[in-house]
């Protein structure tokens, strides 16, 4: 069972009660606007929390997919991750997507700093990579606030909608030096 906690928010597995919780956020129009999945269906809510579910269970994990809980009220307001990318070069990935209700309160800030400090110290990461889209101002000084550094645009790097779509990408390496 992985769970990381911060000041207000709990990271933990998730269980099969929240899928209602996921999409919420996961079919918003506006959340989704960015990212390169949604709006989701009903179905596929639902289907990434079976897979989250599941993936929980495994004995050696190498994905953590994880429900950003408030502490306050242990309302689920949005999703984040890390992956091991590569064990032999140490190298993994990180993201997050909150319902747009949580949005400029610092949330994303903590629930990012929890899964760097995840990636380094409990997978023992010495490259942690993340990507955003160009546009998503918030997330880019998200990155950069938890001392991840912009490497630059991989162009035509998602397909995303029909449409192909450039990515801004930020890294954080070794131990605290970005």
Request: hydrophobic share 45%; proline share 3%; aromatic share 6%.
């Amino acid at each position: 069972m992985t769970s990381l906690a911060g000041p207000r928010l709990l990271l933990r597995d998730f269980r099969a009660a929240d899928v209602q919780a996921v999409h919420s956020f996961a079919a918003d129009p506006v959340v989704t606007r960015l990212t390169d999945f949604g709006p989701n269906t009903p179905e596929q809510s639902a289907e990434f929390v079976r897979a989250a579910v599941a993936q929980a269970r495994r004995a050696h994990r190498t994905a953590f997919s994880l429900a950003a809980e408030l502490v306050e009220t242990g309302l689920v307001i949005g999703s984040v991750g890390i992956a091991i990318t590569s064990v032999e070069h140490r190298r993994g990935d990180l993201g997050y997507v909150l319902h747009s209700s949580y949005w400029s309160r610092g949330y994303a800030t903590e629930a990012a700093t929890l899964l760097l400090g995840f990636g380094r110290e409990v997978l023992g990461l010495h490259r942690i990579e993340a990507t955003c889209h160009p546009d998503n101002h918030a997330s880019a000084r998200v990155l950069e606030k938890i001392g991840m550094r912009r490497e630059g645009r991989l162009r035509g790097h998602l397909l995303v909608r029909g449409t192909w779509r450039d990515s801004l990408l930020y890294a954080a390496v070794g131990d605290g030096a970005g």
